[in-house]
């Protein structure tokens, strides 16, 4: 078989991708995503129309952010996009004449990293993505594990701290409230406001104030060495860490994959992550251990990824 597109549905823009047989991308177009379900099929039928032109496309992939169904066919819900049962797949199959894969983008980004990324060569790989939240991909056995109903691997929302911080899911204490992008700017704020004299860089990226401070700030501020970003970072990593461990105990994979805009610090985060992970591992001592590591496709494995599942059909 021979070229496929990936979709990636962003919450700003919609990217199309040609990927060839070995995860190449060859061509990419980009449209800004629409506020409502029917503007959103207009713009993947418009950005695969754009990026496949002149190429011989024989299907569509599209990673979604939602509960896809077990068909891989509709999106049952969407916490940021108005979809509630939404039949994707029907939709764009009629507009774009090709065959239409949907799958949730955590599993999409976790099969290209799999496939072409720095999954390669394991068998049994559990990912997880550190972005604003947190989320995940299951593969064992050199398959991508959805669940009966399509839903599995939400391991944000798995809960960590009984009766802890309050989840935009309605729960409280999920881990994705103390491992991702969102989390980080918490502990940064809250240090930044109890110790201003150990964030004096930090602070001064920003506006000044402790409210003032955004990732991209702590990222900037770690590198230079200011110790309430480090520290902010190892907090994160105590818990992903953790988490992993947990993880462990559920799946026994051989690697773990961290991905997402907070992994890109790479071993400014993933070296207390691998710490964080063997304290935490039962019998860590004795038993062989997954490796950690960092996702190498970067914000491409979900296109890859949805454009891979689609030619598998
Ligand atoms: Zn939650």
Not at 137 to 144: A, E, P
Not at 170 to 192: F, K, M, T
Not at 267 to 289: A, C, T
Request: proline share 4%.
């Amino acid at each position: 078989m021979g070229l496929t597109i990936g979709v990636d549905i962003g919450g700003t823009k919609i990217a199309a991708g040609v990927v060839d047989e070995e995860g190449a991308i060859l061509e990419t177009h980009t449209v800004p995503t629409p506020a409502t379900p029917s503007g959103i099929v207009d713009a993947i039928r418009a950005a695969v129309a754009g990026a496949g032109e002149g190429h011989d496309i024989e299907a569509v992939g599209i990673g979604a952010a939602g509960y896809v169904d077990d068909k891989r066919a509709t999106v049952i819900f969407a916490p940021n996009i108005d979809w509630r049962h939404e039949p994707l797949k029907d939709k764009v199959e009629q507009r774009t004449g090709l065959p239409v894969v949907v799958e949730n983008d955590a599993n999409a980004a976790a099969w290209g990293e799999y496939r072409f990324g720095a999954g390669q060569g394991h068998e049994d790989v559990i990912c997880i993505t550190l972005g604003t939240g947190l989320g995940g991909g299951i593969i064992i056995g050199n398959k991508l594990r959805r669940g009966r109903f399509g839903v599995a691997a939400e391991f944000g929302h798995i809960r960590v701290v009984p009766d802890g911080l309050l989840c935009g899911c309605g729960s409280q204490g999920c881990w994705e409230q103390y491992a991702s992008g969102r989390a980080l700017v918490r502990y940064a704020r809250q240090r930044a406001g109890a110790t201003p004299e150990n964030a004096r860089i930090l602070l001064g990226l920003g506006d000044g104030t402790s409210d003032g401070i955004e990732g991209k700030h702590i990222s900037a501020a770690a590198r230079q060495g200011d110790p309430v970003a480090i520290d902010s970072f190892r907090e994160l990593a105590r818990w992903a860490g953790a988490g992993l461990a947990d993880l462990a105990s559920l799946f026994d994979p051989s690697a773990f994959i961290v991905g997402g805009g907070v992994s890109d610090e790479g071993e400014l985060v993933l070296d207390p992550i691998r710490k964080s992970f063997r304290r935490r591992l039962i019998g860590s001592q004795w038993r062989p251990h997954a490796q950690v590591l960092a996702a190498r496709l970067g914000n491409r494995a979900g296109m890859v990824g949805a454009a891979d599942l689609a030619r598998q059909g």
